[in-house]
Every structure is written in structure tokens, then in C-alpha cells.
């Protein structure tokens, strides 16, 4: 097989239960040139390498692929819809800047308690969450209890009003799909112009109210606050809050999906969390690496000729980072296809890494830990109904749209 029609495999839906084996194939060669003139990269070292390469940009509107996908068109810098550039496909100074702005409402130095803040709020959801599982034989993780978590709080950190969620729901769910390569670059061009323009008002919408009527929340602090770097422009407000939003979203909904799923697989593994709550700590690493919920980072550009595993990448030319290939790249970790919850392995690629390493990953770990611990010590004897499960369509925010699990009963709250 060539790697371009591994490549193929890896984006077909019919694989997105095991692209695994596919991956194993891209690393023979760690840097593969495709047809459009675009570059893969798949072997850890040169993955991490290449993150922390300052002859790397985010920046999207330099990105050939981007363009020919049409995701530089009408203003929609391929961030997500109809929005100016956030800090995500920025490159220093200001992606530094911006993300400092936003980072001082949300984590060390200025606010180091904001997520620890949360913890004692979000083990009262997942106790709600899994209670109201008392009276049924089957549940849906993904809708019963890795969708509402997530959502509840970056909707409460935000200060997104309760009942708001299934507004907004269905325009995330079509800027999601408009991701889908599979789609033709028309059609993900009209879906993400349409969704982006509900989600851009309702973003506006509620940064004024937030200013007009602040609360603790993490937006009315933008809205208000005159940090010594200045206050945000409004238009990168109005777009860092929906890339709160949506990034906020998804990604952390299918690490506990996954990690649900895998813990199914693992029984051994699922009574040891069982029996010891302080592994989820290291297990949601694990998870990270053995099943993350981002498999790669498109549209990076080299803004010079870089030389890397024999190969030259050429100034211009687009990148995509395999992330799920390097995290199980054997020269990296041993056993790699193995779970092994307690391999205090924590280099892996889940988050990222270099400057744009997720802002949110302190929150996202937070909230697994304790979902994949209630999951483990409360449900008594689950089993899945199918293996796999079904997949979402995207071959990048990777994860199941339904986890059926029948159960014998709940077990009292701790
Ligand atoms: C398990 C859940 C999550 C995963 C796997 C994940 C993964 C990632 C990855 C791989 C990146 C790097 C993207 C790149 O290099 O272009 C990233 C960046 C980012 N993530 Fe997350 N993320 C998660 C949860 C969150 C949450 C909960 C938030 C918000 C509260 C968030 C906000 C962001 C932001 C704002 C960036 C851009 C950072 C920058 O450019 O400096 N993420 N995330």
C-alpha cells in the first residue's frame, strides 16, 4: 500500500473504529510527501519536534491546503465559522498575547483556583447525571453522561445561561460536520457559513449582556477587564469565546466516551479503578495516548525549507501532524498498542504541544478523572451491547456518537 492511499484509509468512515493499524503503516516512512504537494508527519519525535518549530505556522491564512479547502474564504480563517482568527491559528506575538489575555481569567498566575474551583461543582453533575441512571437496564454514555458534563461546564465557566445549550447545540453539531472531509468543499463552506452566523450573534449577544451585567464568569471577565496587555477587541472576543465554546466541547466528550470504551474492553483495568479511584489519574494520561480524541493537527504551513528524517519540507507547503500516530510510535513507548494505565508515560501528543499545547487540558482531565471514576464504582456490571460502537463521522475529533451499555443497578453514592 502507498501512503497516500493509507492515508485514504485512515479518512475513510469504514475505518474510524480501528485506524490503528493504519497509523502502523504511515510510520514506516515519518514524513510522506502527498499528491497535493501537502506533507504528513508521523513518527513521534518528529511530530514533537515539529511542534516546538518556530519555522512552523498556524497561521491559516498562510496555509495552501487550507485555501484550496476553502476554509480561508469569506473570512472564515478555518478556525472555525464565520470567525476572525483566535489565538489557535495565530502565530507569536500575538497568539502570546491573546492567549495570555484570555489565560489570565482562567489559570495560573493571576487565577490559579478557577478549575481546581470547579471540582466540588462537577462530582455534583456526575452524581446527578448517573442517579438519574437508577431506573434504566441500558444506558447511552455518550448522551447519559460523557455530552451533558462537559457542556454543563464550559457553559457555566463561560457563563452561558442554562437552557441556552440547545440553541446552540445544533450549530456546533453542523460546524462539526462541516469538518468532515468527506464532504466536498462547497458543502462544508455553505454548512460552516450558516452555522458561524447563528453562533457569531449568539456569541455577541452574550458578551453584551455579560458586560452590562457581570458575573464570576470567565466571559464577563474578558468584557470588563483592563489587564495591563489591554482589553481584547471585541470581534477576537466574540471569537475566543466560541473557540471556549466549541473546543471545550467535543474533544472532552469523546475523552470520556473513549475512555468509557476502552475501560469496557479492559475489565481487568475497569475493577482496579474500581478498587483504586487515584488511578484515573494516570489512566486519563493513558487515555490520552491510547485513545486521544484529537488524531491530528491540520493546515500547519513551514515558512522555511526544514529539514527533517532525510526529507526537506518545502517553504509553503501545508502540514498535517499525525498526533494519534506518534503517540503510539514504538520507538517512543514500549508496547504501544497496549493500555497500561499506570505506565506514568506522560509525554504524549493528546494536548498537543509547544506554544498552542491545549489551554483547556487542566479542565479536560479534571472532568474525565471523575466521570471515568462514578462510571467505574457506580455502575454495576456493565456490559456493551455492541463493539464497536458508532463512530462520529470526523476522522480527527475522533470518537463514538452512542456507547450502549446495559447495567444490573447503580450502587449508592459515596
Ligand atoms: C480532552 C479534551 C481536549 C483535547 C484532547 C484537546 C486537544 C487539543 C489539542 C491537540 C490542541 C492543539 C491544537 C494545535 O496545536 O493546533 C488544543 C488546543 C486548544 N484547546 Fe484543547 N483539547 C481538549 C479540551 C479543551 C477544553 C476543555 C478547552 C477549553 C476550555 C480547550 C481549549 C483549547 C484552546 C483554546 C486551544 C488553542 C491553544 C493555543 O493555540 O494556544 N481544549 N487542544
Same mark, same amino acid.
Given at each position: 500500500?502507498?501512503?497516500?492511499?493509507?492515508? &485514504?484509509?485512515i479518512?475513510?468512515?469504514?475505518?474510524?473504529?480501528?485506524?490503528? !493499524?493504519?497509523?502502523?503503516?504511515?510510520?514506516?516512512?515519518p514524513?510522506?510527501?502527498? *499528491?497535493?504537494?501537502?506533507?504528513?508527519?508521523?513518527?513521534?519525535? &518528529?511530530?514533537?519536534?515539529?511542534? #516546538?518549530?518556530?519555522?512552523v505556522?498556524?497561521?491559516?491564512?498562510?496555509?495552501?491546503?487550507?485555501?484550496?479547502?476553502?476554509?480561508? *474564504?469569506?473570512?472564515?480563517?478555518?478556525?472555525? /465559522?464565520?470567525?476572525?482568527?483566535?489565538?489557535?491559528?495565530?502565530?507569536?506575538?500575538?497568539?502570546?498575547?491573546?492567549?495570555?489575555?484570555?489565560?489570565?481569567?482562567?489559570?495560573?498566575?493571576?487565577? /490559579?483556583?478557577?478549575?481546581?474551583?470547579?471540582?466540588?461543582?462537577?462530582?455534583?453533575?456526575?452524581?446527578?447525571?448517573?442517579?438519574?441512571?437508577?431506573?434504566?437496564?441500558?444506558?447511552?454514555?455518550?448522551?447519559?453522561?460523557?455530552?451533558?458534563?462537559?457542556?454543563?461546564?464550559?457553559?457555566?465557566?463561560?457563563?452561558?445561561?442554562?437552557?441556552?445549550?440547545?440553541?446552540?447545540?445544533?450549530?456546533?453539531?453542523?460546524?462539526?460536520?462541516?469538518?468532515?472531509?468527506?464532504l466536498?468543499?462547497?458543502?462544508?463552506?455553505?454548512?460552516?457559513?450558516?452555522?458561524?452566523?447563528?453562533?457569531?450573534?449568539?456569541? &455577541?449577544?452574550?458578551?453584551?449582556?455579560?458586560?452590562?451585567t /457581570?458575573?464570576?464568569?470567565?466571559?464577563?471577565?474578558?468584557?470588563?477587564?483592563?489587564?495591563?496587555?489591554?482589553?481584547?477587541?471585541?470581534?477576537?472576543?466574540?471569537?475566543?469565546?466560541?473557540?471556549?465554546?466549541?473546543a471545550?466541547? =467535543?474533544?472532552?466528550?469523546?475523552?470520556?466516551?473513549?475512555?468509557?470504551?476502552?475501560?469496557?474492553?479492559?475489565?481487568?483495568?475497569?475493577?482496579?479503578?474500581r478498587?483504586?479511584p487515584?488511578?484515573?489519574?494516570?489512566?486519563? =494520561?493513558?487515555?490520552?495516548?491510547?485513545?486521544?480524541p484529537?488524531?491530528?493537527?491540520?493546515?500547519?504551513t513551514?515558512?522555511?525549507?526544514?529539514?527533517?528524517?532525510?526529507?526537506?519540507?518545502?517553504?509553503?507547503?501545508?502540514?498535517?501532524?499525525?498526533?494519534?500516530?506518534?503517540?503510539?510510535?514504538?520507538a517512543?513507548?514500549?508496547? /504501544?498498542?497496549?493500555?497500561?494505565?499506570?505506565?506514568?508515560?506522560?509525554? #504524549?501528543?493528546?494536548?498537543g504541544?509547544?506554544?498552542?499545547?491545549?489551554?483547556?487540558?487542566?479542565?479536560?482531565?479534571?472532568?474525565?478523572?471523575? *466521570?471515568?471514576?462514578?462510571?467505574?464504582?457506580?455502575?454495576?456490571?456493565?456490559?456493551?451491547?455492541?463493539?464497536?460502537? !458508532?463512530?462520529?463521522?470526523?476522522?480527527?475529533?475522533?470518537?463514538?456518537?452512542?456507547?450502549?451499555?446495559?447495567?444490573?443497578?447503580?450502587?449508592?453514592?459515596?
Open positions: 500500500m502507498t501512503q497516500a492511499s493509507t492515508w &485514504e484509509q479518512l475513510d468512515f469504514s475505518n474510524r473504529a480501528n485506524p490503528y !493499524p493504519f497509523y502502523d503503516e504511515l510510520r514506516r516512512t514524513v510522506t510527501r502527498l *499528491a497535493d504537494g501537502s506533507y504528513l508527519v508521523s513518527t513521534y519525535a &518528529e511530530i514533537a519536534a515539529l511542534l #516546538h518549530d518556530p519555522r505556522s498556524s497561521d491559516i491564512t498562510r496555509n495552501p491546503a487550507a485555501a484550496a479547502a476553502g476554509a480561508t *474564504a469569506d473570512g472564515d480563517d478555518g478556525d472555525g /465559522p464565520g470567525m476572525t482568527p483566535t489565538f489557535l491559528s495565530m502565530d507569536p506575538p500575538d497568539h502570546d498575547k491573546f492567549r495570555r489575555i484570555t489565560m489570565r481569567h482562567f489559570g495560573p498566575p493571576t487565577t /490559579p483556583g478557577r478549575v481546581a474551583g470547579m471540582e466540588a461543582r462537577m462530582a455534583e453533575i456526575v452524581t446527578d447525571l448517573v442517579d438519574n441512571m437508577t431506573a434504566q437496564s441500558r444506558i447511552d454514555v455518550v448522551d447519559d453522561l460523557a455530552y451533558p458534563l462537559p457542556v454543563t461546564m464550559i457553559c457555566e465557566l463561560l457563563g452561558v445561561p442554562p437552557g441556552d445549550e440547545q440553541r446552540f447545540r445544533v450549530w456546533v453539531d453542523v460546524a462539526l460536520q462541516s469538518t468532515d472531509p468527506g466536498d468543499p462547497e458543502t462544508q463552506q455553505e454548512k460552516r457559513a450558516e452555522a458561524g452566523k447563528e453562533l457569531r450573534a449568539f456569541m &455577541e449577544e452574550l458578551v453584551e449582556a455579560h458586560r452590562r /457581570p458575573g464570576p464568569d470567565l466571559l464577563s471577565a474578558m468584557a470588563t477587564d483592563d489587564g495591563p496587555e489591554g482589553r481584547m477587541p471585541e470581534e477576537q472576543l466574540v471569537s475566543t469565546g466560541l473557540l471556549l465554546l466549541i471545550g466541547h =467535543e474533544t472532552t466528550v469523546n475523552l470520556i466516551s473513549n475512555g468509557a470504551l476502552t475501560l469496557l474492553r479492559h475489565p481487568a483495568e475497569l475493577q482496579r479503578l478498587d483504586d487515584g488511578l484515573a489519574i494516570p489512566m486519563v =494520561e493513558e487515555l490520552l495516548r491510547y485513545e486521544p484529537v488524531h491530528f493537527v491540520p493546515f500547519r513551514a515558512l522555511d525549507d526544514i529539514d527533517i528524517a532525510g526529507t526537506t519540507i518545502p517553504a509553503g507547503a501545508s502540514l498535517t501532524l499525525v498526533l494519534a500516530s506518534g503517540n503510539r510510535d514504538p517512543h513507548v514500549a508496547d /504501544p498498542d497496549l493500555f497500561i494505565p499506570d505506565r506514568r508515560n506522560n509525554q #504524549h501528543l493528546g494536548f504541544g509547544g506554544i498552542h499545547l491545549c489551554f483547556g487540558a487542566p479542565l479536560a482531565r479534571l472532568e474525565a478523572q471523575i *466521570a471515568l471514576t462514578a462510571f467505574a464504582t457506580r455502575l454495576e456490571n456493565p456490559r456493551m451491547v455492541s463493539d464497536p460502537p !458508532p463512530y462520529r463521522p470526523s476522522p480527527f475529533l475522533r470518537g463514538p456518537s452512542h456507547l450502549l451499555v446495559d447495567i444490573d443497578g447503580i450502587a449508592a453514592r459515596h
